[in-house]
């Protein structure tokens, strides 16, 4: 794959780098199209994801693009846990710029309480990603 996009989100926000396409946090991170993610780190986090959490599919979703057209679909995030106009902005900003490669969302917007299940689900998941992730952030 070429250059990857991947939108994760998730509440409670630690520090944001939108300049450099990468937001993160504790219990999230988002990557814009302009992160220009590598084709092997796209591989490395659909593996993830798709492998280690294929159970908790409610929870992130993987769509693929070629020339800014959406070929494929992994995973079925609830619509409650996506940030109002996530999805739309991604998909936007891929069909403007023709990208290929692939977004990946996962987690959630609102807040999580400390008991919940989400929780639980959501901090081993971030932190799997987080390594792969936190070189695209460029503070």
């Known amino acids: 794959m070429a250059i990857g996009v991947v939108a ?3 509440a ?23 992160a220009k993610v590598s084709g092997a780190d ?17 929870l992130w979703e993987i769509r693929t693009y070629k020339d800014g057209e959406q070929v494929a679909k992994k995973g079925d995030i609830a619509q409650k846990y996506i940030r109002e106009g996530l999805v739309s902005e991604v ?7 023709k990208f290929s490669g692939c977004a990946i969302q996962a987690g959630s917007t609102n807040e999580v309480s400390k ?20 070189k695209y952030n460029k503070k």
């Open 42 to 58: 796209c591989k490395a986090l659909i593996g993830v994801l798709s492998h280690k959490y294929k159970h908790k599919e409610y």
């Open 8 to 10: 994760f989100v998730v």
């Open 115 to 134: 008991a919940s299940t989400t929780r639980q689900n959501i901090i081993p998941m971030i932190n799997d990603l987080r390594p792969i992730l936190e």
């Open 91 to 97: 998909t936007k900003k891929a069909q403007a710029t």
């Open 12 to 34: 409670c926000a630690t520090y944001v780098s939108r300049g450099s396409g990468v937001e993160m946090g504790q219990y999230y991170a988002t990557i814009y199209p302009d």
